[in-house]
């Protein structure tokens, strides 16, 4: 027997019986984003391996251990995106989408990286990006956390979040504090594990992120960033926090959050949540006023998050707050030979007249009571029975699956007012 091929690791199917749960939540996230008016743009998954380089940053994990880098047959380095930002602002600078003009973006689609998988970090996930782009100020800051607020509240999972926010303020003022942040962390040298010592040399801010609780004290005494913000950073994430206390947006100002990205710079944020153990970020984004120049384009200011839609298919199934649709609506069983060309017509009439209805036809054949279990097996709400009775009467009979109801006998007309109440816009 041949040996049985699987997916890679930390590649992962995602199967019928939890596809439903993944589309409501996209079904979700496309309405509200056209709420807010942006447009959908979609990007190749492969892209130039200097690409990634150029924005995330050459010393930073993702470019150093964790990205899917191959040569192809004309040997070009060519890259699996680990993110979208980047490859969203290609292909504005690209096709002239961005320079002197606004724009809002967003995008759906598999990431890759390199980790070591474990519940809800994977090797292939999936992220919704959202990006605006030709806009400087404080208030479309605001409104991406406005709008992802919005989200949680319409996922029945806002109670699980909790909202962090910071400035990196401009790249002068963060320069200066990278200084201090160094000297500080050399002067404790001897506390630092060897992740944080490699990371001193090459990128210090990224040690503040560190998890690692025999540094905590250590950390918590450190510069902070705030002490070094500029003028004009300190008045953008003033405005921002207005805006955010007006709308009632609950928020912690966390000194320490600067986010894996070099192209970050004033605003960064995180929902972050405790129901998902040690991965505990579900939305992450910030400003990012000069990737559109150093990609190629003209200076544009920039503003974005990404969503992990892993991470949020376990909250909502851990929260069992969120409603997924039936993936049937009416299972159409057949009664002897007679009946299953009548059977087939009916279905179709049916999606004729309910486009939106969605109807499963039993095929394969077999007696009435295995037709009748597929029919419950489906979740479907009702079966609709055809035998030769129904044939010779060009009528149907209707058996309520979910209802304690009495079945009845029915005219086509009767049968599509019944079947209507059904109907999911």
């Known amino acids: 027997m041949a040996k049985q091929i699987q997916a890679i690791r930390g590649m992962n199917d995602i199967l019928p019986e939890q596809s439903g749960r993944w589309q409501q939540l996209e079904h979700v996230i496309r309405s509200l984003l056209a709420g807010y008016g ?18 995330i940053g050459e010393v930073t994990d993702i470019v150093e251990k ?46 890759f990286r390199h980790e070591r998988p474990q519940k809800g970090r994977y090797r292939q996930f999936h992220q919704v990006g959202v990006e605006a782009f030709g806009l400087n100020g404080p208030d479309i800051d605001a409104e991406l956390i406005l709008m992802t607020a919005r989200l949680w509240k319409q996922l029945g999972i806002a109670e699980h979040l909790q909202l962090e926010l910071n400035s990196l303020a401009s790249n002068e003022a963060r320069a200066s504090y990278r200084q201090a942040l160094t000297d500080y962390l050399r002067e404790h040298s001897a506390v630092l594990d060897e992740d944080s010592l490699r990371r001193l040399e090459t990128n210090p801010l990224r040690v503040l992120d560190s998890k690692n609780q025999a540094m905590a004290d250590m950390l918590a005494a450190a510069p902070k960033l705030s002490e070094y913000w500029d003028d004009e950073s300190r008045t953008h994430f ?39 153990g040690a991965q505990g970020t579900v939305c992450a984004g910030g400003r990012y006023d000069g990737l559109v120049q150093q990609l190629g384009g003209k200076a544009t200011p920039a503003v974005g998050f990404a969503m992990g839609l892993e991470r949020l298919v376990l909250m909502l199934e851990n929260a069992e707050a969120f409603k997924v649709p039936r993936e049937v609506d009416v299972y159409i069983a057949a009664v002897g030979d007679v009946a299953e060309l009548p059977a087939m017509a009916l279905a179709e009439e049916i999606r ?19 037709q009748l279990k597929r029919a419950d097996q489906s979740g479907a709400e009702l079966a609709l029975i055809l035998g030769a009775d129904e044939v010779a009467e060009q009528r149907v009979t209707v058996k309520y699956l979910r209802q304690d109801k009495p079945q009845e006998t029915l005219a086509f007309a009767e049968l599509v007012e019944v079947l209507g109440t059904l109907v999911v816009e």
């Open 38 to 55: 942006y447009s959908e743009i979609r990007m190749p998954i492969v892209e130039q391996t200097d690409l990634f380089k150029r924005s």
């Open 66 to 111: 964790e990205m899917y880098t191959f040569a192809d047959r004309n040997g070009d380095s060519l890259t699996l995106r680990p993110e979208g930002t980047a490859s969203c602002v290609r292909a504005g600078n690209e096709h002239g989408l961005l320079y002197n003009q606004t724009r809002r973006m967003w995008y759906m689609g598999p990431m």
């Open 238 to 276: 003033q405005g921002l926090c207005e805006r955010l206390d007006a709308a009632g947006i609950q928020y912690i100002h966390n000194e320490r959050l600067v986010r894996g990205l070099d192209y970050y710079n004033r605003t960064v944020f995180e929902w972050v949540t405790d129901s998902l």
């Open 352 to 370: 004729d007249v309910l486009p939106n209805l969605r109807v499963m036809l039993h095929c394969g054949g077999g007696k009435f009571a295995k």
